[in-house]
């Protein structure tokens, strides 16, 4: 019998009638005599609101208690599809992670699996259960509830297929599939049949929500198929594999974005060997991600200018960081708000030369300033005003003939 995971998102199970209509989808394959194990996400909003009601409580809540609090949306949805799996004939319960368990280690809050113990799980498969599983947590070495980050059911499906050894690892969500940019912002947006992990994990990491960047990375270290489909209308949607497994001519994949971005320039910094090793280091200390960076060559060789990017929250506290900072000199501070960064992705980039040409060119026709860039094997990143955003899409999906 073949094993399979299916995997449901908070807007899948949104509500009574959505929760109903999965239940449906996880009963025809079982009809199609498939062993199936689900992952289920929070009811659309939850976790969101449970995360609030922790910054309502304290400024400084526990990561711990974080953890046990913002994994329980996850709790009711399971129960409710296993209840209505129940209802409609079948055999169905929910697994707490920490019933399996789902083991995990590092950080509250940024947890990663590391093993499934399948022994529970096999022999309830094996007597005809479907488990409903919650997806997003584990449990830890001090037998703690803890969540592997935002958007991790993702991980928790992937993660599953492979201990089970699924045929198939599918993961239903609101839209139809990984799509060429977010189709809630960009109508022309088109459908990807099919995506490489790598162009994936870049399209996740620089701003598509769709699937979570730890996930990928889980899903490529694994080599596990995954389809992305949506849990509203019967039809194919998209398959992240491996990149040999995909013929295709296009230069760009896909195009991605990010909305809450903030600028720090350090104007006029004393330039010595290891200046930016102390700008940086108290900011990683206070976990403040870092993302694109840039060093002006100094004229004089004595003085610098740094700008970096960092998430629009953490600007008052960057901004405390560096002013408190003994081990560093500079004239001025430059603090920027509402700047985003937009990328286009793509393996076809590495063999096409004049790519970042055309990007520029194209911003540069529709006068749209660019701040800051960063660049990898497959991908390019510029830094632009957050006004600009969608203009830059619609010309650069042009551009690059996802519209067609
Ligand atoms: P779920 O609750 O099912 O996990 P998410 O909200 O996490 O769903 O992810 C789905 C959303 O991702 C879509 O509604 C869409 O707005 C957004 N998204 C961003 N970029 C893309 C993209 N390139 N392709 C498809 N969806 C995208
Ligand atoms: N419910 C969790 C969140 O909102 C996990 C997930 O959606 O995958 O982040
Ligand atoms: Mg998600």
Redesign the pocket.
Known sequence: MKTIVLKF??TSVGTINKIKTVAKIIADYKKKKFRVIVVS??MSGV??ELVKKSKAISKNFSNAEYDVLVSS??QVACSLIAGRLIHLGYKARSWLAWQIPILTHGEHKNSRIYDVNKKKIFSYLKNGGVPIVT??QGINEYERVSTIG?????ASAILLAKFFKAQRCIIYTDVEGVYTTDPNKLSKAKKIKEISYEEMLEMASLGAKVM?PASIQDARLNRINIEVKSSYVKKSGTLITKRKNIINNRIITGISSTHNDAKVSLIGVKDKPGVAASIFKPLSKNSINVDMVVQNISANGRETDLTFTIKAEDLKKTQKIIKTNKNIKFRKLLLKKDVSKISIIGVGMVTTPGVTFRMFQTLAKKKINIQVISTSEIKISVLIDKKNIKKALIALHKEFKLDN
Request: net charge negative; hydrophobic share 10%.
């Open positions: 998102g908070g996400s929070a976790t969101n949306g996850e997806g997003f935002r958007g991790g059911s993702d979570q």
